[in-house]
C-alpha cells in the first residue's frame, strides 16, 4: 500500500501544478486585461511592452502572496 499511496501522491501533486499554472496563465491575462483598460480611462497610451511588462508584475505578486499561504495540515 505504500507504493499506491507515493503514487497517488505523485498524482495528485502532477494534477495540482497543471491546475496552479492554468490558474497563474489566466490571471496573468485578466491582470493585462485590467491594465490596459485602466490605461485607456485614464487616456494613456503606453507600448503593449509596458502594458505586459506591468501585468506580469502584478500577476506575479499576487501568486508569490497566493503561494506563500501554508496550510495547516
Known sequence: M???DSLGGLAASIVSAVIFLVFA???LFVTVFIVDA???IADLDPQDSF???SGSIL???AIVAG???VSSE
Open 67 to 69: 503561494g506563500g499561504v
Open 38 to 40: 485602466a490605461a485607456r
Open 2 to 4: 505504500g507504493v499506491l
Open 25 to 27: 496563465i489566466l490571471s
Open 51 to 53: 502594458v505586459v511588462l
Open 59 to 61: 500577476a506575479a505578486a
